[in-house]
């Protein structure tokens, strides 16, 4: 019984933080005029998957340094 309320619980914080996030950065008069993916909604998975690019990116980059020392 925990483990599906924390999954239930998990998957309506997960949307709920991507709602005001997406609200919070974005505005409905500007949406039109927008055209980078930097500027989107989160929720687009173009901008998703190039956030996880930079992301693992930087990762790799930092792994690579530290393991060179």
């Given amino acids: 019984m925990r483990l599906l309320l924390g999954v239930v619980l998990g998957v309506f914080l997960t949307v709920g933080f991507a709602y005001v996030y997406d609200a919070s950065t974005t505005h409905p ?8 993916a930097e500027q989107r909604p989160m929720v687009n998975w173009d901008v ?5 690019r930079g992301w693992s990116s930087s990762v790799r980059n930092t792994w690579n340094k530290l393991a060179a020392k």
């Avoid at 008069?29 to 980078?36: I, K, L, P």
């Avoid at 998703?48 to 996880?52: D, L």
Wanted: charged share 10%.
């Fill in 48 to 52: 998703v998957s190039g956030n996880w």
């Fill in 29 to 36: 008069a500007e949406q039109a005029a927008q055209t980078s």
